[in-house]
Antibody, heavy 121, light 110 residues
């Protein structure tokens, strides 16, 4: 069965960097687009970024553009999110979610359990 | 990338039918049939319950139905059950290859 397991969350000071990862198993990772979605404490869902199945294209929410970078390693079935210049408002649970096979539109049929990133002085 | 608009709360009694609304624009819901709905219980990851406006993933009850008209989408839950009490979110593709979520609606089963 499909499993997505995030890791790498923690407490970081404003302005610093952090990298969160998602390990995928149970499906052909290299054929699916992958997304990051976050949820601030007590708040709603916010889409963060998407990377195409082959890594050829990436798109970001305006709130993170220029600061966050999504990447993937299809040989290791891993998805990463490099977060630079972190702000207090980036505090959230970060989820990885599966997109569509070979496709552009989102699907989000499987989610990880999330990893908490806290940005605080 | 403004969030889709959802009512903050919806309530109903067991056995009733309730409908959630999700309002967007001509650049998201109005332009794509890639509207999804998610159910989220406290402390859990979201669960996909409707995709592509009205399709249900395998294993999701047929009590959940989705539809779309113009720039708005709807999720209807029929035969309301206590375990349906949760937060519900809509999402849509947008014209600039991004995704937008609604602010979420909390369902209370009275």
């Amino acid at each position: 069965q499909v499993h997505l397991i995030e890791s790498g969350g923690g407490v970081v000071q404003p302005g610093r960097s952090l990298r969160v990862s998602c390990a995928a198993s149970g499906f052909s990772f290299s054929t699916y687009g992958m997304h990051w979605v976050r949820q601030a404490p007590g708040k709603g869902l916010e889409w963060v970024a998407v990377i195409y199945y082959d890594g050829s294209k990436k798109y970001y929410a305006d709130s993170v553009k220029g600061r966050f970078t999504i990447s993937r390693d299809n040989s290791k079935n891993t998805l990463d999110l490099q977060m630079n210049s972190l702000r207090v408002e980036d505090t959230a649970v970060y989820y990885c979610a599966r997109g569509r096979i070979f496709g552009v539109p989102p699907l989000f049929d499987y989610w990880g359990q999330g990893t908490l990133v806290t940005v605080s002085a | 990338q403004s969030a889709l608009t959802q009512p903050a709360s919806v309530s109903g009694s067991p056995g009733q039918s309730i409908t959630f609304s999700c309002t967007g624009t001509s650049s998201d819901i109005g332009d794509f049939d890639y509207v999804s709905w998610f159910q989220q219980h406290p402390g859990k990851a979201p669960k996909l319950i409707i995709y592509d406006v009205s399709s249900r993933p395998s294993g999701v009850s047929d009590r959940f139905t989705g539809s779309k008209s113009g720039n708005s989408a709807s999720l209807t839950i029929s035969g309301l059950q206590t375990e349906d009490e949760a937060d519900y979110y809509c999402s849509s593709s947008t014209s600039n290859f991004t995704v937008v979520f609604g602010g979420g609606s909390r369902l209370t089963v009275l």
